[in-house]
């Protein structure tokens, strides 16, 4: 299916299908996940175009897992990879050895 930016189930920072707690790291509130909200905007150039927003009024916090995340760190995503990476689990260590 093409990217429609008018269409909420093919935007890629939509909430996930099991809800979970949330919180945005705009305005620091947190919430369950089916709270976050489709909005459609007018860009500078006249195109419609829809996003998955925090529900705080006032709020410029957009996406699920970009500015929305997950508050379990061990999250898994749709797509069966953790969202929250920590230095730990990347290969190395913290100091750059190998």
């Known amino acids: 299916m093409p990217y429609d930016p008018l269409d909420a189930d093919s935007d890629p920072f939509r909430p996930p299908a099991l809800s979970t707690m949330v919180g945005c790291l705009h305005c620091q509130e947190v919430y369950d996940s089916y709270q976050i909200e489709?909005?459609?905007?007018?860009?500078?150039?006249?195109?419609?175009?829809g996003f998955w927003c925090c529900p705080t009024e006032?709020?410029?916090?957009?996406?699920?897992?970009f500015d929305i995340l997950p508050l379990d760190r061990d999250y898994v995503g749709e797509d069966?990879?953790?969202?929250?990476?920590e230095d730990a689990d990347e290969e190395g260590d913290?100091?750059?050895n190998e």
Do not use: A, M, Q
Request: one cysteine or more; a negative charge; hydrophobic letters at 30%.
């Open 38 to 49: 489709w909005r459609v905007f007018t860009l500078d150039n006249g195109d419609l175009h």
């Open 94 to 96: 913290s100091t750059g």
């Open 58 to 65: 006032g709020c410029d916090g957009r996406g699920f897992c």
């Open 80 to 85: 069966g990879e953790k969202v929250w990476i």
